[in-house]
C-alpha cells in the first residue's frame, strides 16, 4: 500500500476536503485545539498563506482517493526563522493506523531541502501518544514542553514540541 501513496500540491479545489479531514480529528480532543467544526472560509487565508516553493501544502493520495493532507507553515512569522517551519499531517479517518505517517513524514523530510527547510517542528498533545510515537520513530526529538496551556472539555492538557533538524539542507 504505501508504495502506491501518491503527494500533490493542493489547489483550492481540495480546500472542502481538507477541511474535512480536519473537522474529523475535532471530536477526539487529540490532534487539534480547535474544538467547533471550522468552515472553508475559515480555512481559505491559511490556505493561501502556502506557496509550493517554500510552504507548500500537499494532498496525499492512494489510488485516486485522498487519503489525507500535509503542510508546511512559517513559525512565529519573523524572518529570521525563514528556515523552520511548523509540519501538520492530518489523514483521513479510513487512513490512520495504517503505516501512512512515517510515509508522509519521510517526504516532507525529503522535499525540505528543495523548499529551503533546515528545521522542523512539530506541536503534539503530550497525550497523543500516536503522533509522539510516529515523530520520535523518524528521529524527531523532544525540544520543548508547555505543561496546561491548553484547555479541552474542561481538561487541562500539555503541548510537547518536537523538532528535527534536515541533514541534507
Same mark, same amino acid.
Request: aromatic fraction near 8%; charged fraction near 20%.
Given at each position: 500500500m504505501l508504495e502506491d501513496v501518491t503527494f %500533490? +500540491?493542493?489547489s483550492i479545489d481540495d480546500l @472542502? #476536503? +481538507?477541511v474535512s479531514i480536519y473537522n474529523s480529528t475535532i471530536p477526539s480532543r487529540l490532534v487539534t485545539a480547535d474544538t467547533e467544526p471550522v468552515s472553508v472560509d475559515d480555512r481559505l487565508e491559511w490556505f493561501k498563506e502556502h506557496d509550493p516553493n517554500? %510552504? @507548500?501544502l500537499w494532498m496525499v493520495e492512494y489510488g485516486d482517493e485522498v487519503? *489525507?493532507?500535509v503542510s508546511l507553515q512559517s513559525f512565529y512569522g519573523r524572518p529570521a526563522y525563514h528556515a523552520t517551519a511548523e509540519i501538520s499531517i492530518y489523514l483521513h479517518e479510513n487512513f490512520r493506523g495504517? *503505516?501512512?505517517?512515517k510515509r508522509i513524514l519521510a517526504k516532507v +523530510?525529503?522535499?525540505c531541502p528543495k523548499? *529551503? +527547510?533546515? #528545521?522542523?517542528l512539530g506541536f503534539i498533545f503530550a497525550h497523543n501518544e500516536p503522533s509522539m510515537k510516529l515523530f520520535l520513530s523518524?528521529?524527531?526529538e523532544k525540544w520543548g514542553y508547555l505543561p496546561e496551556v491548553a484547555e479541552l472539555d474542561g481538561m487541562k492538557r500539555d503541548l510537547i514540541i518536537v523538532g528535527k533538524k534536515i541533514d541534507s539542507f
Open positions: %500533490r +500540491i493542493a @472542502p #476536503t +481538507i517554500q %510552504r @507548500p487519503c *489525507g493532507w495504517k *503505516g501512512l505517517g +523530510i525529503e522535499e523548499v *529551503g +527547510i533546515d #528545521t522542523l523518524v528521529g524527531f
